[in-house]
């Protein structure tokens, strides 16, 4: 965004503090999920037949794009891909999280505070479309924002549309911190259960158990811990298996017994099944 000294800034929300809170718990800004966050963008485009379509979150004093869309993705080349931050001072969006209405501009250069913006000064910018992103919780995350450089209006029926769509990134930016919190939870827990199971252990013992579970190939010498203390054992191929108490400790921790510990995995395939091992626990 162009900056632009006559442009007023907008106030901050009425919950401010609360809202950057809740903001902040998504773990989203910085992460650079683009591919999962451009079919909203791609979505927003294909309904409103605008120039150019973005999903942003405003944090205190940044507006970062998590995903931008354009006619032709021209926008997309002079960005090369990665995420556009505005500063919030001279950013439209940040008019729109003020109300949980869409904030519908056709001319922009008939507004009172947009004509001011450096994008509509420069000849950018002509006509916005705001749509705010709002959680169950009734805090305003950011938008999905329509521009383009011609005076453009929405038809009701692509308005309610794009509200629909808002709502689904909603949806699914709340699911996201949901799913967060309960992995989060359940690796604690289960790290709880296996410290105090397992005596003087370490998260090195733990990261050996979990590859155990995984079946992949570890040296015995590296789990003298778990060995001494009756958790693992060599097979007669020299396979480290899990006994039966370390069977037991495994269901105690959410992972699923399964019989991947009866045969030899190597190399990404081991790296995944470990990972598979944790997403267990994301979904007990």
């Known amino acids: 965004m162009i900056p632009s000294d ?5 106030p901050m929300t009425s919950n401010e503090e609360r809202r950057l809170e809740a903001l902040k718990k998504l773990g989203v800004i910085g992460t650079n999920q683009g591919d999962i966050f451009d079919i909203y963008s ?3 485009l294909e309904v409103s037949g605008f120039f150019a379509a973005t999903c942003s979150l405003i944090d205190v004093d940044t507006q970062h794009g998590i995903s931008l869309c354009s006619l032709n993705g021209e926008l997309e080349k002079m960005t090369e891909g990665k995420p556009v931050k505005v500063e919030r001072a001279q950013s439209p969006c940040a008019y729109t999280i003020l109300t949980p209405e869409p904030l519908l501009v056709p001319d922009c250069r008939e507004h009172e505070i947009f004509k001011n913006a450096g994008a509509v000064k420069a000849g950018m910018i002509v006509a916005y479309a705001g749509f705010p992103i709002i959680n169950k919780d009734n805090y305003v995350f950011g938008t999905i924002c329509l521009f383009d450089p011609k005076i453009k209006e929405l038809e009701n029926q692509e308005v309610k549309l794009l509200e629909k ?6 949806h699914q930016l709340d ?13 604690s827990g289960a790290i709880n259960v296996f410290t105090e ?3 003087e252990s370490s998260l090195e013992d733990f990261n ?5 579970c995984a079946g992949r190939d570890i040296e015995l010498k590296k789990c003298k811990n778990l060995k001494n203390q009756n958790l693992c054992n060599d097979d007669k191929n020299g396979n480290i298996i899990l006994t039966d108490k370390g069977q037991e400790l495994q269901f105690k921790m959410g992972l699923q017994t399964r019989t991947l510990n009866k045969r030899k995995v190597e190399g990404e395939a081991a790296n995944v099944l470990v990972d598979s091992m944790l997403s ?4 007990l």
């Open 280 to 283: 267990e626990l994301e979904e």
């Open 42 to 44: 791609e979505l927003a």
């Open 165 to 170: 769509l808002t709502k689904r990134l909603a």
């Open 197 to 199: 199971t397992v005596n």
């Open 208 to 212: 050996f158990f979990l590859n155990i």
């Open 6 to 10: 006559n442009f007023k800034p907008a």
């Open 175 to 187: 699911t996201q911190a949901e799913q967060k919190a309960i992995t989060a939870e359940k690796i």
